[in-house]
């Protein structure tokens, strides 16, 4: 979809057109999904915290202002919901502990690095994503995995272009540092 025709989309469903909603649930629901899933590890609760970041933008669509870029302003509800999700995990006993990318879900059902990893190359870049500082894991999804331009990740975190650049910087050397020391 191209940044114009996501911008018609977007200011359709401001004014409430229920189609360009599912437009858009149809093309951002697979990478934030994919996103919320790396950050927290869990599949359950990535989809609890996927289906509140649709309703929020149900709910503030209306009033959000024209220029909003819907793609980043996503990104950034859902980032925003999982720290919050997280701060009350801790409270409640550490439900966030970091799944292992060969592991199951409780259910049985593959985790979302089964999901997402079809090769064995694939899994190896997980493993290694997973070992990363949650800082790092954020900047490098939103830009190499979700293709997020640098201002649309700054956005998304936050922080001025610069200091998304030196993150950046840092999370790709320590990626590259867990993908060549073996697992501790």
Not at 44 to 56: M, Y
Request: glycine share 6%.
């Amino acid at each position: 979809m191209s940044p114009g025709e996501e911008h018609a989309l977007f200011l359709r469903l401001r004014r409430g057109e229920a189609e360009a909603f599912d437009a858009l649930y149809a093309h951002y629901r697979p990478r934030l999904f994919g996103f919320l899933a790396r950050l927290c590890g869990r599949r359950d609760v990535a989809e609890d915290l996927l289906q509140e970041t649709w309703l929020r933008l149900a709910r503030a669509a209306p009033g959000l202002a024209e220029d909003s870029r819907v793609g980043a302003w996503l990104f950034a509800v859902a980032r925003n919901l999982f720290y919050s999700e997280r701060r009350r995990a801790v409270w409640e006993r550490g439900r966030f502990l970091p799944a292992l990318p060969d592991e199951r879900t409780a259910d049985g059902a593959p985790s979302p690095f089964d999901l997402t990893s079809a090769s064995e190359t694939e899994r190896t870049l997980e493993r290694a994503l997973t070992r990363l500082p949650l800082e790092a894991r954020e900047v490098l999804l939103l830009v190499a995995v979700e293709r997020l331009t640098p201002a649309e990740a700054a956005e998304v975190l936050g922080v001025k272009p610069e200091a998304l650049r030196q993150r950046l910087s840092r999370a790709r050397a320590a990626l590259g540092q867990a993908l060549i020391e073996p697992r501790r």
